[in-house]
């Protein structure tokens, strides 16, 4: 057979590079329910979860699982028909797992026999499925699975194979029991034992009403049969594997000379590795998760594209009404409704004019949901999958670094702010100027001039790295200055101000001069804009109503003023 060892459906050849992102980075985006959308037949959320954490760096790779995901996803009959063959897949799995785990070579055999007829079928099946839709296969892995399987089934083992199997489970099929002779010592001990027959016919044992007419059936028995107990009474978990008990264990022995010429065909195919196609099962099951996700997302109403992958050095990420894919999973499971008219998307460009953002605005107002969006885009994009968005153009990332808030674990003599230094510090030893980093309300336990300080000695450094990123903050000082930090050091990632978008809503009070005063309402529009200073401050004293006029307002009712 031709050699099956080195396909992939997620790696084409010569590629396979890929960064794992840490568990912190996984946790501050909500990995697992997004893993979760995968899982079926074929893949659980354990490999999901691990396609998803390894960043695929290589434009070539990452365009390979594109083809093969919009092509799966726009051809319903085929991914349907992949779908149907990967619970047998699943199922030649334990096969596979049980032979190899037999403590019998009788029981080897068995198992061994059901994984080659399970094999047989679903190479057959996928391969009539991707035959079917013929010249009409566009993406290069699909392609190759197709031509792999017709090469499987072209070779003579694999042939024989077919033409064999009958043969082999007839053989099983038809023995039904042994008639076994035992020698008694003196005291009425067995001690030695021959196979006398093999039958056709199970041994059962005799009812009542054969006992009184006399039932001379010679498979009937008086006696109670022996049997090997169950897994349950002998403590063991319900279906797991128990050893045989003595008696069947020496009967084993004699059992062999009755599967050896089956023990012996067999052996002919070991070379028939089963073990490619059941790789491929959890890659393919990949693919048709994030499939039936994706229509899950459409047809409540929100965008999703191909995003078009860009050179690593052109360092870009375009995106057009993009929007947190977390974040409409949670509406999708909550409010159980289309949600496309609730989920606001927002544009973004990170480029030559600027790749690191200063984003300030209200408690609230959106910030930590689109430095998330960001940063699932480029997973989703580098896994080869859909961006949640209009439209987004794509370099990948070497790595996507965090630093979002986290309760106070320090020692005693650091702090909070020494762990979040510390934090930053352990960033600037791995990331570089292909690195996406995401900073949430870092140094937010510091004073706002030495916020200002630490946090502009940061915003530096990442722009003489030549890194893309996001520093979401309450530090207004920051991104009002932004032109001084673009002036103090060079480099290729410019600064910039985003802001969480604000407008003025309905009265929330009255003044103490008797005008009401308005309310900031959210629209959780990011906006490239000028930062708008000290509003989002009263803002929040205006919704607590604990702005000067609102106090004032209180002590003049109470009469104290």
Known sequence: MGSTTSFSLLFPPGTGGSHRISDEVSADFGLDSIAEQFCGEGIDRTDALDTLLSLVLDRDAIEFRQDVFFELASRPE???GLGRILP???????FNRTARE????VLHAIWRLGELDLFVECVTEMSTVLDRNGASVRSAGLRGLRDLLRDTTATDAFRSLVRELPKLREGLKRKRSVTIGINLDERMRPFEATLISVNETPFRERTLLGDFFSETNPFTTPTTLFRNPSAETL???SGSRVPLSPLFQDIDVLLKSIV????KSIDGYLRVETEFIRRVAPELGFYLGGVRFMRRLVENGLPVCRPVIRGSDERVFRARELYNVQLALRFLTEKKRRIGAEIVGNDIEFSDDARLFVLTGPNQGGKTTFLQAVGLAHICAQAGLFVPAASAEVSPVDSIATHFPAEEKGRLETGRLGEEAARLSSMFSTITRHSLVLL???LSSTGPGDGYYLAGDVLCALRVLGARGVFATHLHELASRIDELNTRVGGESRIASLVAQTVNGSASGSASDGEPTTRAVRTFRIVRSEPEGKSYARDVAS???????QLVGTLRKRGVL
């Open 78 to 80: 085929l991914a349907d």
């Open 88 to 94: 047998k897949i699943r199922e030649l799995t334990v």
């Open 102 to 105: 037999a403590d019998s070579p």
């Open 235 to 237: 403590g063991f978990p």
């Open 260 to 263: 050896r010429p089956i023990i």
């Open 440 to 442: 949430n309300e870092s």
């Open 543 to 549: 919704r607590y109503g604990i702005s000067y006029d």
